[in-house]
């Protein structure tokens, strides 16, 4: 009788401890997979484009933008403009190494120009890039050929993408900011003759161009 007892007891020892060893491994193996789960389901962290590049501020501007460290920037006026009005001021830049290399005097360039004017005459928007259109072709060209797009940048601008204004350009953006007429273009080439848009250099570059859109704001 006492070993029959002792045995039972025995049996329901082994058995609880293969049922604490089996639940046990269970639950582990569930909490292995559920961490490879959140391990897979978690993205990846994606490179910021823009994280070593230069940053342009000018306060009497009012805008600031970033662009590649290896890229030239030049700002510099028209006319009779001064550092105090600072009307017809452009931003000029350009990417060294496009087009040939090692080339020297007339080579094509990649660039983005922003333009900054003040609008004395308070014109609208649509207004003013037909005065701006008509000034380029002298009166003798066709707007109704121009297309107009509305476009947001990445920072909540609201400009207006115009196609087919003779200036050597792929395309502008106009807005207007504080009464002042923002153009931001760009265009690659030589003498106002434009490489081919779908060309891989291009094509790069204008996603670069993109990127630095992306970051582009006014400072008040």
């Given at each position: 009788?006492?070993?029959?007892i002792?045995?039972?007891?025995i049996?329901?020892?082994?058995?609880?401890g293969?049922?604490?060893?089996?639940?046990?491994?269970y639950?582990?193996?569930?909490?292995q997979?559920n961490?490879?789960?959140?391990?897979?389901s978690?993205?990846?962290?994606?490179?910021?484009?823009?994280?070593?590049w230069?940053?342009?501020?000018?306060?009497?501007l009012a805008?600031?933008?970033?662009?590649?460290?290896?890229?030239v920037?030049?700002?510099g006026?028209?006319?009779?403009?001064?550092?105090?009005?600072k009307d017809?001021?452009?931003i000029?830049?350009?990417?060294?190494?496009?087009?040939?290399?090692?080339?020297?005097?007339d080579?094509?360039?990649?660039n983005?120009?922003?333009?900054?004017?003040?609008?004395?005459?308070?014109?609208?928007?649509?207004?003013?890039?037909?005065?701006?259109?008509?000034?380029?072709?002298?009166?003798?060209?066709?707007?109704?050929?121009?297309?107009?797009?509305?476009?947001?940048?990445?920072?909540?601008?609201?400009?207006t993408?115009?196609?087919?204004?003779p200036?050597?350009?792929?395309?502008?953006?106009?807005?207007?900011?504080?009464?002042?007429?923002?153009i931001?273009?760009?265009g690659?080439?030589?003498?106002?003759?434009?490489?081919?848009?779908?060309?891989?250099?291009?094509?790069?570059?204008?996603?670069?161009?993109?990127?630095?859109?992306?970051?582009?704001?006014f400072t008040?």
């Open positions: 009788m006492y070993n029959s002792v045995n039972s007891k049996f329901i020892a082994l058995l609880l293969f049922l604490v060893v089996g639940i046990g491994t639950f582990l193996g569930k909490n997979a961490q490879a789960k959140i391990a897979q978690s993205p990846t962290p994606t490179p910021n484009p823009t994280a070593d230069k940053t342009y501020t000018d306060s009497a805008a600031s933008f970033q662009y590649p460290s290896s890229w920037l030049n700002p006026r028209y006319g009779i403009s001064t550092p105090t009005t017809g001021w452009y000029y830049l350009s990417d060294p190494n496009y087009g040939v290399s090692g080339c020297r005097g080579c094509p360039v990649f983005v120009t922003v333009f900054v004017y003040n609008n004395d005459q308070n014109l609208d928007l649509v207004s003013y890039i037909k005065k701006d259109f008509n000034s380029i072709t002298g009166g003798a060209g066709d707007f109704s050929q121009v297309k107009l797009e509305n476009t947001v940048l990445a920072t909540d601008l609201s400009f993408k115009v196609t087919g204004i200036r050597g350009t792929y395309y502008e953006l106009y807005t207007l900011h504080n009464n002042r007429v923002y931001i273009a760009v690659a080439g030589i003498h106002g003759m434009r490489d081919d848009i779908n060309g891989a250099k291009v094509k790069e570059n204008l996603v670069i161009f993109d990127q630095i859109l992306s970051t582009f704001k008040n």
